[in-house]
Nanobody, 116 residues
Framework: QVQLVESGGGLVQAGGSLRLSCATSGSTFSIVQYGWYRQAPGNQRELVATINIGGTTDYADSVKGRFTISRENAKNTVYLQMDSLKPEDTAVYYC??????????WGQGTQVTVSS
């Protein structure tokens, strides 16, 4: 089992920045990939960014060049640095961990609101 707790969401003006954190605990040794997802009202949950155990990252086209995913292994924490935020980035952001065997764990989500 892996537990994930997101933090760092809030209200920011367009053009501003936020850094989300995802603290993980439990069987963190079994995690092969972390991901950040988001879900806006009325929309499906969508992938924002991923980082695997080798450090390879991938981003949705909509956030490339603005968002950066990173991890701090010593703290079992994954971050999402969000710069040049736009109103369309408003959503609940979720952290996900994929483990060996295909098991997936989710955090509870953190609200990000970008005002125009």
């Amino acid at each position: 089992q892996v537990q994930l707790v997101e933090s760092g969401g809030g209200l920011v003006q367009a053009g501003g920045s936020l850094r989300l954190s995802c603290a993980t605990s439990g069987s963190t040794f079994s995690i092969v990939q972390y991901g950040w997802y988001r879900q806006a009202p009325g929309n499906q949950r969508e992938l924002v960014a991923t980082i695997n155990i080798g450090g390879t990252t991938d981003y949705a086209d909509s956030v490339k060049g603005r968002f950066t995913i990173s991890r701090e292994n010593a703290k079992n924490t994954v971050y999402l640095q969000m710069d040049s935020l736009k109103p369309e980035d408003t959503a609940v952001y979720y952290c996900q961990a994929q483990r060996w065997g295909g098991y997936v764990s989710w955090g509870q989500g953190t609200q990000v609101t970008v005002s125009s």
